[in-house]
């Protein structure tokens, strides 16, 4: 490895581009010669004082323009020139393209944009999934390092404790105090996204014929599992802010129940959150009642400054559940589950018995990103886009009311009179649409509100989402078909 090495000078510009343009300059001027290496990934970044993805940025900078060839396994070299002086870049797999130039034909809905609705297809804003952004291209610079990391490789293909290695729980616990939980990595623990943590808490806390209270319209996955625990699942009445606090209390008193499921921030599908003032009523109830509330806080990582958790008022009775499947990627399977240090070992077992343990190199991917500040970089991606796809749905739904909140995927549409939610969605399917209604989201077997819920994400372009709430809004227009025949 050629002993040369960039520096930084104080530039506005960005820093991988400005490291690009210094590896540059010194092959094209014989510092670098065709077939050296250039330094590993870490060593530069700790070198320059940046990121690991600064520095994989900066080399894919330099793949795209044909100056260097990443060889897996193996590392980065200088290319070597062809016959006319221009680089030969590796021809056994294409160039990724640039995340800028992917970001703007997404943006301008270009046909050759991936995700782009093709006519014919149903337009989806029934999935709840977050908006493309760079984490394929930062993933796949993620997995060079990792290859050329044999030690490291080897440990990851090796049994691990089951709560997560120590250094996957620290940055799990990073990842939850972006949401305001400031706790020990040791009562951290790792497992395979939010569902699977989900299921495992309810295994260590509740035993089978257990009430367990969740929202009146809650996470549809909180049903399934109740039903596969055997639990006795009661919904509590909910208004345009969350729990109602009286309705709690009185269910309290009735059912004796062991658990309370919620989602106070960013509440799926209503998009509610609950004010400090009732926050302070719930954990009072709860501890009151000696009830466990296991707090889902997946949809508050897309909050800058998220309010206080529940747990926080509750470190005896509060269990967080989060992921990194809405803000960054759903194919990322890892989840992080905060709980009391009594509860740490149940659930440690739970996990134990479930899959033994999550598995090391998805969880050393996201704690990666957490710990070299990527993961932030890609929240604030995904943030900028739900910001764009408001925009879209305030313009096209401006003749309708609708709730929501401006860090929300998605918007919650109550359906005026004489529209019922199935006909609506019936009708909309066959306008070439798809949307969640809230029959998806009731409890138990209460009434269903007649609305709708609409997802940002799931059109996987901003010309795909404007064309599907054209559809949505002109079938709105059109009422019930056949309504007013004789």
């Not at 793949?63 to 870049?89: H, M």
């Not at 257990?210 to 909910?238: C, H, K, M, W």
Request: neutral net charge; glycine residues 8%; charged residues 20%.
């Amino acid at each position: 490895m050629n002993s040369w090495m960039p520096t930084l000078s104080r530039s506005s510009e960005p820093k991988y581009r400005a490291i690009a343009q210094a590896y540059s300059q010194a092959i094209h001027g014989g510092q670098m010669l065709p077939g050296e290496k250039l330094p590993a990934h870490r060593l530069l970044a700790k070198k320059l004082n940046v990121t690991t993805g600064t520095v994989s940025r900066a080399y894919a900078e330099l793949e795209r323009g044909g100056l260097v060839v990443a060889r897996v396994g193996d590392g980065t070299y200088v290319a070597e020139p062809d016959a006319d002086g221009a680089r030969i870049q590796d021809r056994t797999r294409p160039a990724p393209e640039s995340s800028e130039r992917a970001a703007a034909a997404l943006s301008a809905g270009l046909p050759g944009a991936p995700g782009v609705h093709a006519p014919g297809r149903l337009i989806d804003l029934g999935q709840n999934v977050p908006m493309p952004t760079d984490e394929a291209f930062l993933l796949t610079q993620t997995l060079r390092e990792l290859a050329a990391d044999e030690r490291l490789a080897g440990e990851l293909l090796l049994y691990q404790p089951e709560g997560g290695r120590r250094s996957h729980r620290e940055a799990g616990a990073r990842w939850l105090a972006r949401m305001g939980c400031t706790v020990a990595a040791e009562r951290v623990l790792v497992t395979q996204g939010a569902q699977h943590g989900l299921a495992c808490v309810l295994r260590a806390v509740l035993r089978p014929g257990d009430t367990i209270f969740a929202e009146a319209l809650s996470y549809p996955g909180i049903v399934a599992l109740a039903r596969q625990l055997r639990l006795n699942l009661v919904g509590i009445e909910i208004d345009e802010e969350g729990i109602v606090p009286a309705a709690l209390e009185r269910a309290c008193g009735l059912l004796a129940p062991r658990a309370l499921f919620c989602v106070p921030t960013l509440h799926n599908p209503t998009t509610a959150t609950l004010s400090e003032a009732r926050r302070a009523l719930i954990a009072e109830i709860a501890v009151r009642h000696h009830l466990v509330v296991i707090e889902d806080l997946v949809p508050a990582a897309l909050l800058d400054a998220p309010p206080t958790p529940l747990a926080a008022r509750l470190p005896e009775h509060g269990i967080v559940i989060s992921s990194l499947s809405k803000a960054v990627a759903p194919g990322l399977r890892v989840g992080y589950v905060q709980a009391p240090q009594d509860w740490v070992g149940k659930i440690l077992a739970v996990i134990r018995s479930d899959c033994w343990m999550t598995s090391p190199l998805a969880a050393e991917i996201a704690a990666r990103w957490i710990v070299d500040g990527e993961v932030d970089r890609l929240v604030a991606q995904q943030r900028a886009q739900v910001d764009a796809r408001h925009a879209i749905a305030a313009e096209v739904l401006a003749d309708w009311t609708y709730r929501t909140d401006p860090a929300s995927p998605h918007l919650w549409l109550p359906l005026a009179e004489p529209w019922r939610a199935a006909e609506f969605s019936a009708a909309l399917r066959q306008a070439g649409v798809l949307a969640k209604t809230a029959d998806s989201f009731v409890i138990g077997r209460g009434s269903a509100p007649h609305a709708v819920r609409l997802s940002l994400g799931g059109a996987r372009s901003h010309e795909a989402l404007r064309e599907g709430l054209d559809l949505l809004a002109r079938t709105l227009r059109n009422g019930p078909e056949g309504l007013y025949s004789a």
